[in-house]
């Protein structure tokens, strides 16, 4: 199978999607003739043009606004907001325009439209560029939100997400586009909450999400050598997220360690971790666990950076703690 870059794969959704889908239109801050600040429209605006590719000033309320509006009226508009730090401004009209419109309507109206930009803390973006917030839109009802980890993924759930009628956040960790794997050239989709199991093993679950994953799968090899087999979870998908998978892994293990790049206090942690109490307390042989990132504001500094993300030595220690309890 060939390779494809996490950029490469998306990029490739969407154009293909685009080329069945005349409604699908994309607009953001440079994606026209530049591509994009993370080339995530290359080469697609000498096919359909400024029409399809709009950029934008930075006014970012106004141009969600805009696309929630054209989304309403049957279009299917993409925001490529580039960091979703920048996605802020815009935060009256996600909250109480696109994730509740379908509501106030009575289901008249519908809301295709992605969210979709870069997040995470990475090659000192500092404190403005390395947000992640999915927390906060998981938490209101409305949104669908997809965290792709690897190129298979990042195209078979953009595709998922261009033909929703459903708002979606799609966000890709920054530290990730670089990445290749395989990537099918037949069609396919990725269904939203649908976890995968990236590893088995019987003494631990670690459920993680973006980065984490792919650190998190560093240090398994190591920790089998010291006799620690762990599964490793990656619930692609935070709404809606797939619980029967995590659930069945915890039933098999007996141990639970979630680790997230975001802040632990009110996070996506917290509400796996109780969920799992109320449905699996008799299954569990240890406390539940979870490693985040730091709860500050992101330093420029690379080695404070690195300080405040869970590393690949400080999961391999979470684990080991919670094997010994």
Not at 237 to 248: A, H, N, Q, S, Y
Request: charged fraction near 20%.
């Amino acid at each position: 199978m060939r390779e494809l870059t996490f950029t490469a794969a998306a990029r490739e959704a969407l154009a293909e999607e685009m080329a069945k889908d005349p409604t699908i239109f994309v607009l953001g801050e440079g994606i026209g003739a530049r591509g994009g600040n993370f080339n995530t429209t290359t080469g697609l605006y000498e096919l359909y043009g400024p029409e399809r590719l709009r950029d934008t000033p930075i006014c970012e309320r106004g141009f969600v606004g805009l696309c929630a509006g054209a989304a309403m009226t049957g279009s299917r508009p993409v925001v490529d907001f580039m960091f979703v730090d920048f996605i802020l401004d815009a935060f009256g009209e996600l909250v109480n325009q696109i994730a509740k419109i379908q509501y106030m309507s009575s289901g008249r109206l519908r809301m295709p439209l992605v969210l979709r930009g870069c997040i995470g803390i990475g090659n000192s973006s500092a404190t403005h560029h390395s947000g992640n917030y999915y927390p906060i839109f998981a938490h209101l009802p409305g949104f669908r939100i997809a965290l792709p980890t690897t190129p298979y993924d990042a195209k078979g759930l953009l595709k998922t997400s261009l033909r929703s009628d459903d708002p979606v956040l799609f966000l890709e960790h920054k530290s990730l586009l670089s990445t290749k794997g395989p990537v099918p050239e037949e069609e396919y989709t990725i269904p939203f909450g649908q976890a995968i199991i990236c590893r088995q093993g019987r003494d631990v679950t670690v459920v993680a999400l973006a980065l984490m994953v792919k650190r998190t799968l560093e240090v398994c090899d190591l920790l089998a050598q010291e006799g620690i087999a762990v599964e490793v979870i990656d619930p692609r998908t935070v709404v809606p997220l797939d619980m029967d998978t995590i659930l069945g892994s915890v039933h098999k293990t007996g141990r639970l360690l979630i680790v997230d790049e975001t802040y632990a206090p009110y996070g996506i942690g917290a509400e796996i971790a109780a969920q799992v109490l109320d449905l699996a307390f008799d299954d569990l042989d240890a406390p539940v666990r979870r490693l985040n990132g730091a709860h500050t504001p992101v330093p420029y500094s690379p080695p404070l950076e690195a300080a405040v993300t869970p590393q690949p030595h400080t999961i391999a220690q979470a684990i080991r703690d919670l094997m010994a309890e």
